[in-house]
C-alpha cells in the first residue's frame, strides 16, 4: 500500500482522492494538510483519518520526517512551490497540480531538485489521459494528414467558469496566482505539443482585461450583487449564478449545522463571490491569443474565449494531405485528396464524471509510478516545462 498524503483538500484534490474508493486497496490516504477548518474536518470524516493526522500548515506537517511514500499537492498556485521542494526534500513523491509554479525558474528548480534526490513528479497535466486527445496523438503519429502546418485550438471558458474563477475567484490577480492564461492553458498547450511534438522557438502573445473592469459597471449597480437594483437586468448577477440557477456551489464549505443555503445567503451579503463582476480588483486577462512558431515551422494559435456560455475545446490540425478536426468529443478526419472524412465519437464518455474517467486514471498512473522504481509518472515534471516556458512567456 502506497501510503499518500493530500496537501490541500479542496476541489482537485477532492476528486482525486476519489482514486481512493474507485481502487481500493493501493494506496493509503495518511494525513491531509487544509488550513480551512470546515474542509479538514470534511475531509478528516471522509477517510476515517485521526485528528492529529490533519494538519492545518503544510510546515508542521512537513517537520515530521517520513509521515508517507508520496503527497498530492492541489494547494492554491502560489503554495506550489515551497510545498513540492518541501515534499522533495523529504523524498516523497509528488503528483502537482498545475499551474506547477509561479515563474519558469521555480518550475525549473523543482525539475532540478526532484531530479537530484530521485524523487518522481508527475504533473496533473488530464488532457492526456482523455480519449479524444489520445486518440488525435495516435492519428498525427501514424502521418494520416502529412506534415501538420498550423493548429488551431480555441479554449472556450463558459461565463460562469469565468466569474467564478477569474474575475471574481482566486485566480482573479496574477500576483496572487497565476495569469489567466497560464492557470487555463497550460495544459491545452501542453496537449498541443504532446500531440505534435513541436518545440516552440517564438511566441506571440496579445491579450488584455477588457470588460471586467469598475468602469464598465452598469450605471447604478452597487458594490453587492443582493442589494444591486439592475441585479436582474445584469448577465453577470452573483445571485443569478449561485441562487437562482445553483451553479458553481459545491466548491462553499458548509459547516456542521449550518444549511448550504445559509452558507450562500452569507457569501452573496458579505463574501467575495457576491460581488459586482466590475467591481473585484481583478486584473488577469479576459482574452488572449497566442501564436507559437515551432522550430520545424508549425503554426499553433491558442484563443482563450471568456466571453460565451460554452465550455470545452475545439481543435484543427491541417496538413498537408488531409485535417484533423476536434471538436468537444468528436473527432474528424478530413482527407484533402478524395474528401473522404472518418469519425471518431467518444460522445458517451463525456458522461463519464471527472474530466471523462481522466482525474482518476492520472492518479493510477502516478500510483504505479510510485510502486515500480523503473517508471516516471506519465507527465513527469521535465516533459511540463516546455508548456510552462511558452505560457510564462505569452504572459
Ligand atoms: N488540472 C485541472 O484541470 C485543474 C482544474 C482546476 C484547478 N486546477 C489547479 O488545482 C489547484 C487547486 O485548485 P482547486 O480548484 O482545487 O482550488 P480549491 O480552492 O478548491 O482548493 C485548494 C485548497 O487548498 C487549500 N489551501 C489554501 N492554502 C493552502 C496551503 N498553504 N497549503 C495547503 N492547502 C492550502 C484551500 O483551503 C483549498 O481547500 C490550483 O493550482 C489550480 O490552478 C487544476
Known amino acids: 500500500m502506497i501510503r ?6 479542496g476541489n482537485r484534490t477532492g476528486k482525486y482522492l476519489r482514486y481512493l474508493e474507485a481502487y481500493p486497496g493501493r494506496a493509503a490516504l495518511v494525513a491531509i494538510v487544509e488550513p480551512d477548518p470546515v474542509r479538514r474536518e470534511n475531509a478528516r470524516k471522509r477517510f476515517g483519518l485521526a485528528a492529529e493526522d490533519c494538519y492545518e500548515y503544510a510546515d508542521d506537517f512537513f517537520s515530521e520526517p ?31 497540480e498545475k499551474p506547477v ?14 531530479a537530484k534526490a530521485r524523487v518522481k513528479v508527475g504533473v496533473c497535466y488530464v488532457l492526456r489521459f482523455m480519449p479524444v486527445y489520445r486518440k488525435i496523438k495516435e492519428l498525427l503519429d501514424s502521418g494520416i494528414i502529412g506534415r501538420v502546418t498550423d493548429v488551431s485550438h480555441q479554449e472556450f471558458v463558459g461565463i460562469d467558469r469565468m466569474l467564478h474563477t477569474y474575475v471574481r475567484g482566486y485566480w482573479n490577480k496574477a500576483s496572487e496566482s497565476n495569469p489567466s492564461f497560464l492557470s487555463k492553458c497550460c495544459h491545452d498547450v501542453d496537449m498541443l505539443l504532446w500531440t505534435t511534438g513541436a518545440r516552440i522557438k517564438s511566441v506571440q502573445s496579445t491579450g488584455s482585461l477588457e ?18 437594483p439592475v441585479e436582474k437586468t445584469c448577465a453577470y448577477s452573483a445571485i443569478d449564478m449561485y441562487i437562482r440557477r445553483g451553479v458553481w456551489t459545491d466548491n462553499f464549505p458548509v459547516p456542521e449545522r449550518v444549511s448550504k443555503e445559509e452558507v450562500l445567503q452569507e457569501e452573496m451579503r ?25 522550430t520545424e515551422g508549425m ?16 481543435t484543427v490540425y491541417s496538413g498537408t494531405e488531409g485535417e484533423i478536426v476536434a471538436d468537444g468529443w468528436k473527432v474528424e478526419v478530413r482527407m484533402h485528396k478524395d474528401g473522404k472524412v472518418v469519425t471518431f465519437d467518444y460522445g458517451s464518455e463525456a458522461a463519464k464524471p471527472l474530466h471523462g474517467g481522466a482525474d482518476i486514471e492520472i ?5 504505479s509510478a510510485v510502486e515500480d522504481p523503473s517508471r516516471q509518472p506519465a507527465i513527469p515534471i521535465s516533459d511540463a516545462l516546455e508548456s510552462h516556458r511558452v505560457c510564462f512567456m505569452a504572459g
Open 211 to 228: 470588460w471586467y473592469r469598475p468602469e464598465n459597471a452598469p450605471a447604478g449597480s452597487t458594490d453587492y450583487c443582493i442589494d444591486c
Open 101 to 114: 509554479a509561479q515563474n519558469f525558474g521555480q518550475c525549473e528548480a523543482i525539475a532540478r531538485a526532484a
Open 299 to 314: 503554426l499553433i494559435t491558442v484563443l482563450m474565449n471568456t466571453f460565451t456560455r460554452r465550455e470545452g475545446r475545439r
Open 66 to 96: 517520513g509521515r508517507c511514500d508520496a503527497v498530492i499537492i492541489g494547494s492554491p498556485d502560489s503554495e506550489h512551490y515551497s510545498e513540492a521542494m518541501q515534499a522533495i526534500s523529504r523524498g516523497y513523491h509528488v503528483l502537482l
Open 270 to 294: 458579505l463574501g467575495r463571490f457576491g460581488r459586482c463582476a466590475f467591481k473585484c480588483g481583478n486584473d488577469v486577462a479576459d482574452r488572449q491569443v497566442v501564436t507559437m512558431l515551432s
Open 363 to 367: 492518479v493510477d498512473d502516478f500510483i
Open 4 to 9: 499518500l498524503a493530500a496537501i490541500g483538500v
